[in-house]
């Protein structure tokens, strides 16, 4: 008898390990994962393949050519179809959303790819050499038994094309500043594939060794040159506005279309609605505050006091240190989140360059928090604007921002939790709404308690409205860049160099168009999902935190999905409206 009990608590016991086994690994994927992986190593595999190949081993990156834009999209049209024969109902929500995410990303860039072929095909007669050395880097793919004087005679063909086209250039006034950048490229691109194949024959094969460096050399100096003169006929066009910053506004329409392709459903209209009713918010904040000040309503007098709390030469990372455990107690007092104890014990610092200072005015983070501060290469008054700009109570909200639980715990949950999920489904209204958030709840819940530190994080509450309302503003061509610098001074409260850094970094940067709006626009979205999942009682602040990071990227609807168990269309539509306007 007791035998029999021994066995089936045995045998019990094993059933629920398995179970919980079989939850946890469950609960870490989805079926969709194997077709996510396997789409982008197929990319990859592609990309390398048809790619420029440097001397030994490893690859390059360049513009695709036309070969492998249309082989990548035979690759979306098979992934379409795998997905269009996959049994959808019989997914949970979790795999719904991987399946409805995979399908629009697909689907996403093999529209890419027919827009890039269509500029290639408008643009080639600038560049009717390029399939001389396409053709020349296809034999070298197999190894392919060439011969020397031919592949000269050919280089010296592209030669001649080169020269043709540079006397055609010079009596051009201006190209597109789009083609342009598309051209320079496409040409960098024919250069890392000449060097590539000449690389693999020449020493190697003689009679190629003894006629192709000759015409070679010369081939790619032409090209470089000639890529030079492309960009000198450029219509690109700092502003004439006393910025000296350059950028291009891409218009309603296609500022509307990228935010449907984010799943935000909103245009541009209601979203500018949405920074003027957060801005009203946090001026009638920031009045309070000033009046507790002693400023009475010249809340920028009072903003001026806080900025001067700037710490001595030096000081700065001592600083950064003690907001860093300054958060870390509000989050465990308050039991927020469990943080990994490993993620609290290798989190970087270093020092961020006086160059890099002049378009990143504040400190940056990831896996490291970079610190902005002057150097001894600064003049006298950026050293003051820096130090001011980075005083301590602008700075309390933010190094958590950048550090725990901000993007340096995102990219240490990212790669240990559905990290297929990272790469494919990469979305700045996750990186940085999760971050925002943070802030958002923080204030809410008492993080700040002086009308000094209530100033300093408002600082940066009303910077994420204003990027909204410069971002569309210049976008929709009505700001110049200095209405957008005059906007983050006079009404925000930055000091010039630094607005003037925020500005050019948004426009002459590698930033999408959505990018600065995302901050505030994806905090408010997780913060709507933390009100219906927390404040009403389903999850605690833990469970709900503790789950969001785990679900690792995606667009802020799909993740609200999978909380709340929808059940959602295969061919699913973005319409979430997470924001409740007052009028």
Same mark, same amino acid.
């Given at each position: 008898?007791?035998?029999?009990?021994?066995?089936?608590?045995?045998?019990?016991?094993?059933?629920?390990?398995?179970?919980?086994?079989?939850?946890?690994?469950?609960?870490?994927?989805?079926?969709?994962?194997?077709?996510?992986?396997?789409?982008?190593?197929?990319?990859?595999?592609?990309?390398?393949?048809?790619?420029?190949?440097?001397?030994?081993?490893?690859?390059?990156?360049?513009?695709?050519?036309?070969?492998?834009?249309?082989?990548?999209?035979?690759?979306?049209?098979?992934?379409?179809?795998?997905?269009?024969?996959?049994?959808? !109902?019989?997914?949970?929500?979790?795999?719904?959303?991987?399946?409805?995410?995979?399908?629009?990303?697909?689907?996403?860039?093999?529209?890419?790819?027919?827009?890039?072929?269509?500029?290639?095909?408008?643009?080639?007669?600038? @560049?009717?050499?390029?399939? @001389?050395?396409?053709?020349?880097?296809?034999?070298?793919?197999?190894?392919?038994?060439?011969?020397?004087?031919?592949?000269?005679?050919?280089?010296?063909?592209?030669?001649?094309?080169?020269?043709?086209?540079?006397?055609?250039?010079?009596?051009?006034?201006?190209?597109?500043?789009?083609?342009?950048?598309?051209?320079?490229?496409?040409? /960098?691109?024919?250069?890392?594939?000449?060097?590539?194949?000449?690389?693999?024959?020449?020493?190697?094969?003689?009679?190629?060794?003894?006629?192709?460096?000759?015409?070679?050399?010369?081939?790619?100096?032409?090209?470089?040159?000639?890529?030079?003169?492309?960009?000198?006929?450029?219509?690109?066009?700092?502003?004439?506005?006393?910025?000296?910053?350059?950028?291009?506004?891409?218009?309603?329409?296609?500022?509307?279309?990228?935010?449907?392709?984010?799943?935000?459903?909103?245009?541009? /209209?209601?979203?500018?609605?949405?920074?003027?009713? /957060?801005?009203?918010?946090?001026?009638?904040?920031?009045?309070?505050?000033?009046?507790?000040? $002693?400023?009475? !309503?010249?809340?920028?007098?009072?903003?001026?006091?806080?900025?001067?709390?700037?710490?001595?030469?030096?000081?700065?990372?001592?600083?950064?240190?003690?907001?860093?455990? +300054?958060?870390?107690?509000?989050?465990?007092?308050?039991?927020?989140? +469990?943080?990994?104890?490993?993620?609290?014990?290798?989190?970087?610092?270093?020092?961020?360059?006086?160059?890099?200072?002049?378009?990143?005015?504040?400190?940056?983070?990831?896996?490291?928090?970079?610190?902005?501060?002057?150097?001894?290469?600064?003049?006298?008054?950026?050293?003051?604007?820096?130090?001011? $700009?980075? *005083?301590?109570?602008?700075?309390?909200?933010?190094?958590? %921002?950048?550090?725990?639980?901000? %993007?340096?715990?995102?990219?240490?949950?990212?790669?240990?939790?559905?990290?297929?999920?990272?790469?494919?489904?990469?979305?700045?209204?996750?990186?940085?709404?999760?971050?925002?958030?943070?802030?958002?709840?923080?204030?809410?819940?008492?993080?700040?308690?002086?009308?000094?530190?209530?100033?300093?994080?408002?600082?940066?509450?009303? %910077?994420?409205?204003?990027?909204?309302?410069?971002?569309?503003?210049?976008?929709?061509?009505?700001?110049?860049?200095?209405?957008? @610098?005059?906007?983050?001074?006079?009404?925000?409260?930055?000091?010039?160099? *630094?607005?003037?850094?925020?500005?050019?970094?948004?426009?002459?940067?590698?930033?999408?168009?959505?990018?600065?709006?995302?901050?505030?626009?994806?905090?408010?979205?997780?913060?709507?999902?933390?009100?219906?999942?927390? +404040?009403?009682?389903?999850?605690?602040?833990?469970?709900?935190?503790?789950?969001?990071?785990?679900?690792?990227?995606?667009?802020?609807?799909?993740?609200?999905?999978?909380?709340?168990?929808?059940?959602?269309?295969?061919?699913?539509?973005?319409?979430?409206?997470?924001?409740?306007?007052?009028?």
């Amino acid at each position: 008898m007791k035998t029999t009990k021994i066995t089936t608590f045995i045998l019990i016991l094993f059933f629920t390990n398995n179970v919980v086994m079989a939850q946890d690994l469950y609960q870490h994927t989805t079926p969709i994962e194997p077709f996510v992986i396997q789409y982008g190593h197929d990319q990859q595999a592609i990309n390398y393949f048809y790619g420029p190949m440097p001397k030994g081993w490893g690859q390059q990156s360049a513009m695709e050519t036309p070969e492998q834009i249309e082989r990548l999209i035979t690759l979306d049209k098979e992934y379409i179809q795998k997905l269009k024969d996959f049994p959808y !109902k019989k997914l949970n929500t979790n795999g719904q959303v991987d399946f409805i995410l995979l399908n629009r990303k697909v689907k996403f860039n093999m529209e890419s790819l027919i827009e890039q072929l269509k500029t290639y095909e408008r643009i080639k007669l600038f @560049i009717p050499f390029d399939q @001389i050395i396409y053709d020349f880097e296809k034999l070298r793919r197999r190894g392919t038994t060439i011969k020397g004087e031919e592949v000269a005679n050919n280089l010296q063909k592209a030669i001649q094309l080169i020269k043709k086209e540079t006397e055609k250039l010079q009596r051009v006034n201006s190209i597109p500043y789009t083609d342009v950048n598309f051209l320079k490229e496409v040409l /960098e691109s024919l250069k890392l594939r000449l060097s590539s194949s000449f690389d693999f024959y020449n020493e190697y094969e003689p009679m190629f060794s003894w006629w192709v460096p000759a015409p070679y050399k010369q081939l790619s100096e032409d090209l470089t040159s000639y890529s030079k003169l492309i960009s000198e006929k450029s219509d690109w066009k700092v502003f004439n506005d006393g910025s000296n910053i350059g950028g291009t506004p891409i218009g309603k329409n296609s500022f509307n279309k990228q935010l449907k392709d984010e799943m935000i459903a909103y245009n541009t /209209e209601e979203l500018l609605r949405i920074a003027d009713q /957060e801005f009203a918010w946090c001026e009638a904040e920031l009045l309070k505050a000033s009046q507790e000040m $002693g400023f009475g !309503k010249d809340w920028k007098a009072a903003q001026e006091k806080v900025k001067n709390t700037y710490v001595p030469e030096g000081r700065q990372p001592e600083l950064i240190l003690k907001l860093y455990n +300054d958060a870390q107690t509000f989050i465990q007092k308050h039991d927020l989140m +469990d943080i990994p104890p490993l993620a609290d014990e290798t989190w970087g610092m270093i020092m961020m360059s006086a160059e890099r200072q002049l378009v990143n005015p504040f400190f940056t983070g990831g896996r490291e928090i970079s610190i902005s501060y002057p150097t001894n290469t600064m003049t006298q008054e950026q050293k003051l604007m820096s130090m001011r $700009g980075n *005083n301590p109570y602008f700075s309390r909200g933010t190094v958590q %921002h950048e550090l725990i639980p901000g %993007h340096h715990l995102q990219y240490f949950m990212n790669r240990r939790h559905k990290p297929y999920r990272e790469k494919a489904f990469n979305t700045p209204f996750w990186t940085e709404g999760w971050t925002l958030y943070w802030e958002l709840m923080m204030y809410g819940k008492g993080f700040a308690k002086t009308p000094e530190e209530r100033i300093g994080m408002l600082f940066w509450r009303m %910077h994420r409205c204003a990027r909204i309302t410069f971002s569309i503003k210049f976008h929709l061509g009505e700001w110049t860049p200095q209405q957008c @610098i005059d906007y983050l001074v006079d009404r925000v409260g930055f000091e010039p160099a *630094n607005a003037h850094g925020e500005v050019k970094r948004s426009f002459e940067g590698s930033y999408s168009p959505l990018y600065q709006l995302a901050y505030l626009v994806g905090g408010l979205q997780l913060m709507d999902i933390k009100k219906e999942m927390v +404040d009403s009682g389903k999850m605690n602040y833990k469970q709900f935190h503790d789950r969001v990071i785990k679900e690792n990227y995606m667009p802020m609807e799909m993740l609200r999905a999978i909380l709340t168990d929808q059940k959602l269309d295969a061919d699913h539509q973005t319409s979430w409206k997470f924001y409740q306007f007052k009028n």
